[in-house]
């Protein structure tokens, strides 16, 4: 594994393990509890990710996480999101770090945010490059969904974006880390500046962003 996935991966489990099961996390609906084993399932259940691709096989894959939810010890369940096996699809040593890098930054925020009292973590350069690169391309898939031109600029001065056409009247304005979460649906628990017509703001605000 490489440096940012891993690195991210290990701050999640100590504070999962820290906060315990049944701590709220941004995700509707989950604890602790919840989340660590969806990220257990995804790693070592293949099958349990068809819902994302047919939607009538969600309840499925949801079946196989609440399964695995109450099946073993909460710091069993820790210990698998700690140590991914080698041969998963989606955690294997040559793919980590495209697929976990801002998976997992994502997911640690969605415990560190889950409750009143939290601030965006100081992310070094390299790190927040990394998760640029990676909000860049699922920002322009989960963007497509408005229906709207918008544009999306990096505050630091990485770069910027336009998805829906280039007449784009709103701009979203953010730090890397904070747009990522923004781009993956977490809209209300991120740390971003939006600028345009305030019928269109309001609209990209409360869009289903999540892929």
Known sequence: MTAFAQSERQQLADLLLRVGPDEPTLCAGWTTRDLAAHLVVRERRPDSAAGLILPPLRAYGERIRLAKAAAQPFPEIVAE??????????????????????????????????????????????????????????????????????????????????????????????????????????????????DGPAEQVRRLRDARLAI
């Open 81 to 194: 999101v700690r140590n991914p096996p080698w041969w998963s699809l989606v955690s294997n040593p040559l793919i980590d770090e495209l697929a976990n890098t801002v998976e997992f930054f994502i997911h640690h925020e969605d415990v560190r945010r889950g409750k009143d009292g939290w601030q965006p973590r100081d992310l070094d350069e390299p790190h927040s490059r990394a998760i640029w690169r990676a909000a860049q391309f699922t920002g322009k898939i989960a963007l497509r969904r408005v229906r709207m031109p918008v544009r999306v600029r990096e505050a630091n001065g990485y770069g910027e974006f336009i998805v829906g056409g280039v007449d784009a009247q709103v701009t979203v304005t953010a730090p890397a880390g904070e747009l990522a979460m923004f781009l993956s649906g977490r809209q209300r628990a991120a740390r971003a500046d939006l």
